[in-house]
């Protein structure tokens, strides 16, 4: 048999360091090009596209609206051109191209999976109306965990057998970059000077409810006094800053904003924390286990899938900054507790969420989706139906 061409369709990559960006990266990257041929189309270019470009060819559409009619003659077009190329399965990211794709690409052959990644923060009564329309024209649903498996179902009306879970995927070692980081660099300093560093990646959003670990820096802030909170991400700082100055920690919060090599600043701190109020399934915390951080989480979303509460890092309700407080102070005074967790953390992020893992998972269902409809359309042929 011949390279299978596969289509991945996403409307906007703004760079491989955003969660789902980054896993699609990972995705091209890793199939076995002995067997599949992946292509990117992407609503609208990108700078870091323009600049950098992506791990296989890519087409941009050239439109990005729903509401314009000129997008679904552009897709339509190119759904035809691809169709005779050979594509009969498209991997579909993000909102937009969830609601045109299925409907459409159906029109030319060419067979739709949606990925889910989050709680679905963002449905709206009309636009859960359009997915259950259009979804109907899908063969089914990947979802990055159990927990945005059962929102899927609920909201957009998917079987539950249509919906198959696949965790991330994780690399098992990464390069350093011998270039001086400056964000090290204030790490490595704070741990000369006695820092226990509590770290958190996120950009600063509200939903990421950052605000609450700058609570709990402040509540222990007399009896953990060198308890440091580490802030990777990007966004605006300055209400974390005015809270951490009202209440007296604003030389204890360290805001170093994005990073191109977050894994070498796990490397200096001690815990590793998230305080969202959603989540679908967390880079970060399996980021942190991968570091060999015990973590303190939120238990939201796939968090506890993730995390086993008192084994290999403590689950907190959302929004319980005591809660959260009471975890961290454990860890803080017990540098063996600290050890034991991280090191268990570490184990068991490398045995669930690898690489390889996630990969031939994707890569079955694949050749389960593409027999599966060839299958409908050879029966299709003999008895003269159009196929569903």
Known sequence: MGVTPLLYVIDYFRDPHAGTEGQLCALVEGLDGSEFAPHLLVFEDSPWLREKGFPCEYTVLGHRSLASPATWLALARLARRFRRQGYRLAHVFFNDPSIICPPLFRMFGIHTLLSRRDMGYWYTPAIKRIL??????????????????????????????????????????????????????????????????????????????????????????????????????????????????????????????????????????????????????????????????????????????????GEDGFVYPVGNAEALAEAVKALADDPDLRKRIGDLAKQNAEREFGMDRMLEAHQSLYRTVLARCTGRSERSKTTGESVG
């Open 132 to 309: 259950r329309t259009t979804g109907r024209f899908a063969e089914g649903v990947i979802a990055n965990s159990k927990a945005v498996k059962s929102v899927t179902a609920a909201e957009e009306g998917f079987a539950e057998e249509d919906i198959h879970v696949i965790y991330n995927g994780y690399p098992d070692s990464k390069v350093r970059s011998s270039v001086v980081n400056p964000q090290t660099t204030l790490l490595e300093n704070l741990r000369k000077q006695g820092g226990l560093l509590m770290g958190l990646v996120a950009n600063i959003r509200p939903i990421k409810r950052i605000e609450d670990a700058v609570a709990c820096l402040a509540s222990l802030s007399e009896v953990v006094p060198n308890l440091n909170l580490v802030v990777i991400g990007a966004g605006d700082r300055a209400g974390l800053l005015r809270q951490a100055g009202d209440q007296g920690v604003e030389e204890r919060l360290h805001l170093l904003g994005s990073s191109d090599d977050v894994a070498a600043c796990l490397e200096y701190l001690d815990i590793g924390i998230l305080c969202s109020e959603s989540e679908g399934f967390s880079n970060a915390i399996v980021e942190y286990k991968r570091a060999g951080l015990p973590v303190v989480c939120s238990e939201v979303g796939g968090n506890p899938e993730a995390v086993s509460d």
